[in-house]
């Protein structure tokens, strides 16, 4: 008995042209393509412009062209470095030194994993979360983190940035991996944004104390986040209380009397190789202090550990820092909410280790 098979469906000619679309294949070569030279000319379209090209055949044998220009992603950069260059010299104040009391004691601010750019809907979250709701949290984290540490004697204060400050890191909303994400603006747009948030958080901080900013690497915005503190730093180049350790170093580590404390995003190293990753990478900061402390980012939410010798002897405490941002589409529906939003600090005397934890709830 012969097998029997289903009616075989003809298709269309735009049907087959549909196919072979999806199926197409990117240009990795603008130049000396004879058939995209024609397909841009007769479309007007300079090659400067083009972002990216898939080509393909239709049915026909004819050659297809898909072309994403920079207009196409609302993109030209001479426009949007020179809106930039012209932010920052237009207003790179001469900041005057301010006077302030003084103490034994550091204050460190660290609002985690912000995320400008983020889009959430309360409708399908549960919580609104966008650009705007990004800075008036920070905002109104870091002044409450500033009143709750107003009965110490601040000496220095240690402004952690990075760690995700922006939600994507290229033209095509995703993150230097290229993960998808959904956002609220353009990329130019997030960038300035939170280029103003950092400003105006350090001009209220340099009232509490000199500031120490230090940048750590991040994973939803490894490049740009990278830019954007080199950025904050050419704001700041007059301000003699303001300094800065941006470089590209993936763990870094900030010393303050006997305490030794080390920052990095969250996703790099395992936790339990932290503590004698900074006895091998800093092994004159480790023999002078007493108190040692790793903070991390990444995860949003509260971890802790100590490790310690067989006897008890000088440990390293490791502590994940809460955020302050909302959980989008994604983590939503794959139940990761419910997590309390906060901005944290801590205050850190300079010769008994840390002495307060400071924390904004949203």
């Given at each position: 008995m012969a097998k029997e098979y289903g009616k075989r469906l003809r298709l269309s000619t735009n049907e087959v042209d549909l196919i072979l679309q999806r199926?197409?294949?990117?240009?990795?070569?603008?130049?000396?393509?004879?058939?995209?030279?024609?397909?841009?000319?007769?479309?007007?379209?300079?090659?400067?412009?083009?972002?990216?090209?898939?080509?393909?055949?239709?049915?026909?044998g004819d050659y297809r062209f898909s072309v994403v220009t920079k207009e196409n992603l609302g993109l030209d950069e001479n426009q949007i470095w020179a809106k930039i260059n012209t932010f920052i010299e237009g207003y790179s104040p001469a900041y005057e030194p301010v006077e302030t009391p003084g103490g034994n004691h550091l204050l460190i601010v660290n609002p985690a994993?912000?995320?400008?750019?983020?889009?959430?809907?309360?409708?399908?979250?549960?919580?609104?979360?966008?650009?705007?709701?990004?800075?008036?949290?920070?905002?109104?984290?870091?002044?409450?983190?500033?009143?709750?540490?107003?009965?110490?004697?601040?000496?220095?204060?240690?402004?952690?940035?990075?760690?995700?400050?922006?939600?994507?890191?290229?033209?095509?909303?995703?993150?230097?991996?290229?993960?998808?994400?959904?956002?609220?603006?353009?990329?130019?747009?997030?960038?300035?944004?939170?280029?103003?948030?950092?400003?105006?958080?350090?001009?209220?901080?340099?009232?509490?104390?000199?500031?120490?900013?230090?940048?750590?690497?991040?994973?939803?915005?490894?490049?740009?986040?990278?830019?954007?503190?080199?950025?904050?730093?050419?704001?700041?180049?007059?301000?003699?209380?303001?300094?800065?350790?941006?470089?590209?170093?993936?763990?870094?580590?900030?010393?303050?009397?006997?305490?030794?404390?080390?920052?990095?995003?969250?996703?790099?190293?395992?936790?339990?190789?932290?503590?004698l990753l900074m006895a091998q990478e800093n092994p004159k900061d480790w023999s002078c202090t007493t108190h040692r402390y790793w903070y991390l980012h990444h995860i949003h939410h509260k971890v802790k550990h100590k490790w310690l010798d067989g006897k008890d002897f000088i440990g390293v405490t490791v502590e994940y820092m809460r955020s302050p941002s909302s959980a989008d589409s994604w983590h939503n529906r794959k139940g990761f909410t419910g997590v309390p939003k906060a901005c944290e600090g801590f205050i850190h005397h300079c010769q008994s280790g840390q002495v307060a934890r400071l924390t904004h709830y949203f």
């Open positions: 199926r197409a294949t990117v240009v990795d070569n603008l130049n000396n393509n004879t058939a995209l030279d024609i397909h841009l000319k007769e479309r007007g379209i300079p090659k400067k412009d083009v972002v990216s090209v898939k080509h393909w055949q239709s049915g026909s994993d912000i995320h400008i750019g983020k889009y959430a809907n309360e409708l399908e979250t549960g919580q609104q979360y966008d650009c705007t709701t990004a800075v008036e949290r920070v905002m109104e984290g870091v002044i409450g983190l500033i009143n709750k540490s107003s009965g110490f004697d601040i000496e220095r204060v240690l402004f952690c940035i990075g760690n995700d400050i922006l939600h994507i890191d290229n033209v095509y909303s995703t993150t230097t991996k290229g993960t998808y994400q959904d956002t609220d603006g353009k990329w130019w747009e997030h960038y300035e944004i939170a280029l103003m948030l950092y400003v105006q958080c350090i001009e209220m901080l340099r009232m509490v104390a000199p500031v120490d900013v230090l940048h750590s690497m991040s994973n939803h915005d490894y490049q740009s986040g990278f830019h954007l503190a080199h950025t904050l730093k050419s704001w700041f180049r007059k301000a003699e209380d303001v300094t800065f350790d941006i470089g590209v170093a993936h763990r870094k580590y900030y010393k303050y009397g006997t305490n030794l404390i080390g920052l990095e995003h969250g996703d790099g190293a395992k936790m339990d190789a932290l503590p």
